[in-house]
């Protein structure tokens, strides 16, 4: 079995090359992050021919599409993925796209698998577009919503923001009354691959692979500080209310699938933030 993985340098893609099955030829693209553990192939997503090009030299059976950035939506998730479905459909690859929660209102969770992107953000309306453009166009792809995606240690980019600013005293102000379901990189990435070695009608569909605990910005903030031997009486808990733009305010998943078909199941935040000894 080969599988390309877009964003092979990213924290998901990067756990995704660590964890792969000893049968599984792995390949993956990268942009400016290094890649490691796997065969890379440099390459800009949203340039449709050249992602064709890739397609057809390393003719992949399977693509996990995990790269993505919350800076250019319409370049990094929209086209990158609209390049991605089309070389999938080209070559006959199939694929598991990396949908987001960030998608929902958050007035109505916990969200089903069957719940309707209805957007209320910049980022979450790219990635509403990505996600029913690869159901739409590709009914048999896995579709798979996921959360912040935190790694204990080396701290993933977000939690290292939050340590830092701890570090260095700066006003750090984390909102109360916004719940999400924090999964652990390792969890999410073996879940990958349990989805992805699936037979393609058991594959198909959305997916929800989030870890069971729900838990604030906030609440987070103050799991990572303690982990790592901080004070969080620096953090300030605010309310979404203070934030400029508006956010989702309720996006726990339910993970019925996940439950019913796969062996890995995610830690709740707190359990692989502080693992038992």
Known sequence: MRVLITGGGGLLG???????????????????????????????LSDAAAV?????????????????????????????TESVVGACQETGAALVHMSTDALLDGESGPYAEDAEPDPVHEYGRWKARAELHVRASMPNAAVVRTSLIVRADPPDVGSASVLDALRRGEPLRLFTDELRCPTAVEDLAAQLWEVARLPADRRAGVWHLVAPEAVSRYALGVLLATRHGLNPAGITPVASASSPVPRPRDLRLLTTRADRELRTRARPISAALFPPR
């Open 14 to 44: 990067g756990e995704l090359i660590r964890q792969a099955p000893a049968d599984v030829e792995v390949h993956a693209t990268r942009r400016s992050s290094p890649v490691h553990g796997a065969t890379s192939h440099p390459v800009d």
């Open 52 to 80: 064709q090009a890739l397609f057809a030299a390393v003719r992949p059976d399977l693509v996990i599409h995990t790269a993505y950035s919350a800076r250019e939506g319409e370049r990094d998730i929209w086209r990158a």
